[in-house]
C-alpha cells in the first residue's frame, strides 16, 4: 500500500477549490474526512496585485477557523508559504487585472496544500488560472 502525503493533500485541496457551492464543498469534506484530510474553502475576488497580501491572510484565516491547522507559527507559516506559492503562479495571467474564485487548502498529517481556482479579466473576457502550493509542517 503506497503511503499517503503531499500527492494526496494536493488533490484534496484541488477537488475542493473547483466545488461548485457549499453544499458540494460540505459532501467533499465529508468524504475526506474519512480520509484523515481536512479541508476548508473561500470565495475571493479582487485586484490581483493589491490583493495577494489579503489572499494569503485569508487562507490563513479559513484554515484556522476550520480547524485545517492550529495557532502555531510553523503551521500558520506553512500554510502562508503554500498559499504565496499557489497564487504566485497566476502573475503571468493575472498581473494588472481582477480575478475572482475560490482559495481552498487541505491537510494530511504534516503535509499541507493550498489551490486557487480563479477568472482572470476584465468584464465577461476571463481566462482561467490554477495554483498549487504544498508545504510541510
Known sequence: MQEKGSRDAAAAALRMVVSADREEEAV???DLSYSGIKVSATDFGGEYITSISK????????AKRDGVIGDSHAEEGSVAG???EAVSQ?????????????????RLDDHVAVAVFFGV?????????????????
Not at 489572499?55 to 479559513?62: G, K, P, Q, S
Open 28 to 30: 467533499i469534506r465529508e
Open 55 to 62: 489572499m494569503i491572510e485569508r487562507t490563513v484565516a479559513i
Open 82 to 84: 503554500a498559499a504565496r
Open 90 to 106: 497566476l502573475v503571468q495571467k493575472a498581473a494588472g487585472l481582477n480575478v475572482g474564485g475560490k482559495i481552498a487548502v487541505a
Open 121 to 137: 479579466g476584465m468584464l465577461h473576457l476571463n481566462e482561467v488560472a490554477v495554483g498549487l502550493g504544498h508545504r510541510v509542517v
